[in-house]
């Protein structure tokens, strides 16, 4: 009987251990690679448009709360409360977007000016050794 528990032990914490690993990453975002600066850029700049119009939204919805209190009877101070909650949630949402846009934009300028460093470090190379060649001068 001992045998048989620890074996079923075994099986149910084997199986958790394999699913544990079955999700992916929170940070990891589907079909953009991680050194796609740009379209992580454009990706974080949507996000911040579309957490700009629900906090436009909510900010109506809570002056149309604070306009006519009357209208909403006893819930209308939790409505209230839930809205100013939902415009605090899109404002820091907003924030950190447009923080990310910003980050990955330095990070595909300073990504560009690499490969352009890059380019010139290997045309100038190029160039050099073209000119030892037919300088006629022999190098030690």
Same mark, same amino acid.
Do not use: W
């Given at each position: 009987?001992?045998?048989?528990?620890? +074996?079923?032990?075994?099986?149910?914490?084997?199986?958790?251990?394999?699913?544990?690993?079955?999700? %992916?990453?929170?940070?990891?975002? =589907?079909?953009?690679?991680? =050194?796609?600066?740009?379209? +992580?850029?454009?990706?974080?700049?949507?996000?911040?448009?579309?957490?700009? &119009? #629900?906090?436009?939204?909510?900010?109506?919805?809570?002056?149309? *709360?604070?306009? !006519? %209190? *009357?209208?909403?009877?006893?819930?209308? +101070?939790?409505?209230?409360?839930?809205?100013?909650?939902?415009? !605090?949630? *899109?404002? #820091?949402?907003?924030?950190?977007?447009?923080?990310?846009? =910003?980050?990955?934009?330095?990070?595909? &300028?300073?990504?560009?000016?690499?490969?352009?460093? #890059?380019?010139?470090?290997?045309?100038?190379? =190029?160039?050099? &050794?073209?000119?030892?060649? *037919?300088?006629?001068? #022999?190098? +030690?």
């Amino acid at each position: 009987m001992r045998p048989l528990k620890l +074996l079923k032990l075994f099986f149910v914490l084997s199986v958790l251990t394999s699913c544990a690993h079955m999700n %992916p990453s929170a940070i990891a975002l =589907d079909g953009i690679a991680s =050194d796609d600066h740009e379209a +992580l850029v454009q990706h974080y700049e949507n996000l911040a448009r579309e957490a700009k &119009i #629900k906090l436009q939204e909510n900010k109506k919805v809570l002056e149309a *709360y604070e306009a !006519r %209190p *009357y209208y909403y009877g006893r819930q209308g +101070l939790d409505l209230q409360s839930h809205t100013s909650a939902n415009i !605090r949630a *899109y404002e #820091k949402l907003l924030r950190e977007n447009l923080r990310y846009a =910003d980050s990955h934009k330095k990070m595909a &300028i300073k990504q560009t000016s690499n490969q352009v460093n #890059k380019a010139e470090a290997k045309l100038s190379h =190029d160039l050099i &050794i073209e000119n030892e060649e *037919y300088s006629g001068y #022999k190098g +030690l």
